[in-house]
């Protein structure tokens, strides 16, 4: 698997990206694709310990 940034197209609904912005507006994240990416990082980590039996 290549190292290099993907571009992606996604949609989101009109709440769930106010949110985005929310958090790049109040300084939570650097931008909209770093909230994207911490949320996925989450979802790995629930995914790991749901299937490490935690």
């Known amino acids: 698997m290549s190292l290099r940034n993907v571009s992606l197209e996604l949609s989101f609904t009109p709440q769930d990206a106010f949110f985005l912005a929310a958090c790049v ?3 939570r994240a650097r931008s ?3 909230v994207v ?3 996925i990082r989450l ?3 629930r995914t790991a ?3 490490a039996g935690g």
Do not use: I, P, W
Request: proline residues 0%; hydrophobic residues 40%.
């Open 25 to 27: 507006a109040e300084g």
């Open 32 to 34: 909209r694709s770093a």
């Open 37 to 39: 990416r911490e949320a």
């Open 43 to 45: 979802l790995r980590e």
């Open 49 to 51: 310990a749901a299937e």
